[in-house]
């Protein structure tokens, strides 16, 4: 089960990524041009690890590892002084509500770092299904009804956690924020 919903994340997420989705980047300038760069740049990163945790790749943590790293860097707030306020001019994909919810759009930039960087911990673990140099967690089902939330504050589960589960659990974690975060500010077209 696991397993098919980490796969239906990854194909959502890649068919998201190569359907054209994001605008042209021609006609952006300044901040609006400043953000496409960098969402551009996770964007590069979510498709190699899609493939990797979609099994169209063999598994590389160091893959995973560099992945995470341009992510991070990209996330929290690297990510948010990307935002000013106003800042829907040109081709931008920004909806209004980034400002409206800023709270909560600071809280998902914060939870994409947190989650990538974990992730970037998590690679040497392999994944779940044993596909990688074998799961610290084996097969045991730390996604299992009600497990998860026992362990979860409000922000989640911890770093060091998260750093102890399979690379393709907290990938999960990271698609999901993304869509998460995309869903509610940014528009499609």
């Known amino acids: 089960m696991k397993s098919t919903l980490v796969m239906g994340a990854v194909l ?70 990307l935002f000013p306020e106003g800042s829907v001019h040109g081709p931008s994909e920004a909806k209004p509500e980034i400002w409206q919810e800023w709270d909560r759009f600071q809280s998902l930039a914060e939870q994409l770092k947190r989650y990538s960087r974990a992730l970037e911990k998590a690679a040497d673990n392999g994944m779940a299904s044993g596909n990688a140099q074998g799961s610290m967690m084996g097969n045991s089902s730390m996604m299992g009804s009600g497990t998860m939330s026992s362990m979860m504050g409000d922000q989640g589960p911890s770093e060091e956690h998260l750093a102890e589960m399979p690379a393709d659990a907290v990938f999960q974690m990271l698609t999901d924020t993304c869509s998460s975060c995309h869903t509610r500010y940014r528009v499609e077209e």
Do not use: C, N, P, W
């Not at 989705?21 to 690890?49: D, N, Y």
């Not at 992945?67 to 690297?78: P, Y």
């Open 12 to 81: 959502t997420l890649s068919a998201s990524l190569a359907s054209g989705v994001v605008m042209a980047h021609g006609g952006a300038s300044g901040i609006v041009k400043e953000r496409m760069e960098s969402m551009k740049e996770m964007k590069r990163s979510m498709k190699s690890m899609s493939a990797i945790f979609s099994g169209k790749s063999a598994y590389d943590a160091e893959v995973v590892k560099k992945a995470a790293q341009v992510i991070e860097t990209k996330s929290g707030e690297a990510m948010t002084k």
